[in-house]
């Protein structure tokens, strides 16, 4: 427990900072009833006798007094703060995004935390559903309601999970889109003299995440050992309202650091994007903003090159070229499929995008590995190698030959007919 001498309204104040039983950090104002003027050493003293005699357990039962009105919409944005400590600014905002949409359906109800039902969760599931979104949109809203209410029974706000007893969100399992090598050929044509031709092929050869290759430093880049080191990322995100440009060097997991060897072609391009920024320099002299010379993916005069802005330019690319409609992500589903084809191992393509387990790759791409299948139905068909006769034809069956006969008879009868009735 901690405490300070603050002044408000020309009167010394003791801040007392302490955590409630419950860990949560909180702050109590006492009064020293000491004016401003001339009495600093007085106040301090005070201060030293309020924290001595302070009574915290007092204190405390207060503010579990007050919990037991709290409402569902107020619990959950007092639980944001926590969230905060734990992911990533990126992350933490689109946690507030979805505690945003939660709180707009609950806050009228004024719905208390102790009086919070499956049934009042699962009416929100369902206006969501009726607005149209996946369950895989709305779990994250499970999620999120969850891992709150959690947070509330281990501190004792709540006894139970009511969470727990909602039917969770069914997910819809994700099929990627990929282009083939013909298409790709075709993108890489298209793009050849684009200002960001740059990190659409980089992507395309080695699936990298989007920022991952907006974030790629020319310190990551071993020209003469011949590898290429994935390890810092670039994004935007909003800071109070505002968006900005959020970079760091924790990537999504630990797996997504990882080195690659450095592709013939890679380098190739790479090397000339040093030479034309070096010409850009020059040519622009102070316009030139050297403010991200260390980062590889810049446009003409120097500036980073911002996520949003690769996406859309992206997309008007495929349409302006008649190029069929794929995300900008798909390049690295493309990635992965171009190996895949080629008798690429799936351990080997885990390890080379970087994901966090091998279920991941599996489970993203087991349906594009066909000649596994293939492999396997030739095992089961060389265990399985016998002869299967034919059945022997009945003695009463008709050959061939006597069915045509047969035929032939029919017809001259039917030929016959029609000529007695014509004459008749």
């Known amino acids: 427990m901690k405490g300070s001498l603050q002044v408000k309204h020309g009167t010394y104040y003791v801040v007392v900072n302490y955590k409630d039983e419950y860990g949560k950090p ?8 000491l004016k401003e003027q001339g009495n600093k050493t007085k106040a301090k003293e005070e201060m030293r ?3 001595k005699n302070f009574d915290f357990n007092n204190v405390a039962v207060k503010e579990v007094d007050k919990t037991e009105d709290i409402l569902f919409v107020d ?3 007092s639980y944001l703060p926590i969230k905060k400590q734990q992911v990533e600014p990126v992350t933490y905002n689109a946690y507030v995004k979805t505690a945003e949409t939660i709180c707009h359906y609950f806050k009228n109800m004024r719905l208390k935390l102790k009086d919070l039902k499956p049934y009042h969760i699962e009416g929100f599931y369902k206006s969501q559903y009726d607005k149209g979104l996946s369950g895989n949109s709305v779990l994250k809203y499970h999620v999120l309601i969850r891992e709150c209410l959690q947070y509330g029974v281990r501190n004792d706000f709540v006894l139970t999970n009511v969470a727990d007893k909602v039917t969770r969100p069914k997910v819809t399992k994700f099929k990627a889109s990929f282009y083939s090598v013909e298409e790709i050929q075709k993108l890489f044509e298209a793009i050849k ?3 960001l031709h740059l990190p659409i092929m980089l992507t395309a050869m080695y699936g990298f995440r989007r920022s991952e290759v907006l974030g790629l430093k020319w310190e990551a880049i071993d020209f003469e050992n011949k590898i290429i080191k994935v390890q810092h990322k670039v994004l935007e995100t909003k800071v ?3 968006r900005c440009i959020y970079k760091s060097n924790k990537l999504k997991n630990e797996t997504s650091n990882r080195i690659l060897p450095l592709l013939p072609q890679a380098e190739e391009l790479l090397l000339k994007q040093k030479e034309q920024i070096e010409m850009n320099k020059t040519k622009l002299g102070k316009c030139y903003n050297e403010q991200n010379l260390e980062y590889v993916c810049v446009d003409n005069i120097g500036r980073l090159i911002l ?3 690769l996406t859309k330019a992206f997309n008007k690319i495929l349409a302006k070229n008649g190029l069929r409609h794929i995300r900008f992500h798909d390049l690295r589903h493309s990635c992965a499929s171009i190996m895949l084809a080629n008798n690429v191992p799936m351990k080997q393509i885990q390890e080379w995008l970087g994901h966090a387990d091998f279920s991941t790759t599996a489970n993203i791409y087991s349906h594009l590995d066909y000649k596994t299948k293939i ?3 030739n095992t089961i068909s060389n265990v399985f190698d016998f002869n299967i006769d034919k ?8 050959s061939t030959a006597e069915i045509e006969k047969e035929i032939q008879e029919l017809q001259k009868l039917l030929e016959r007919k029609r000529q007695k009735d014509y004459e008749m």
């Open 307 to 309: 996520p949003n802005r």
């Open 49 to 51: 006798k309020i924290l």
């Open 391 to 398: 059945p022997k034809q009945e003695e009463n069956e008709l």
């Open 240 to 242: 109070d309202g505002k």
């Open 193 to 195: 003299e684009h200002e």
């Open 75 to 77: 619990f959950l944005q």
């Open 375 to 377: 492999n396997s139905a």
């Open 26 to 33: 909180k702050q109590k104002w006492i009064s020293t009833n």
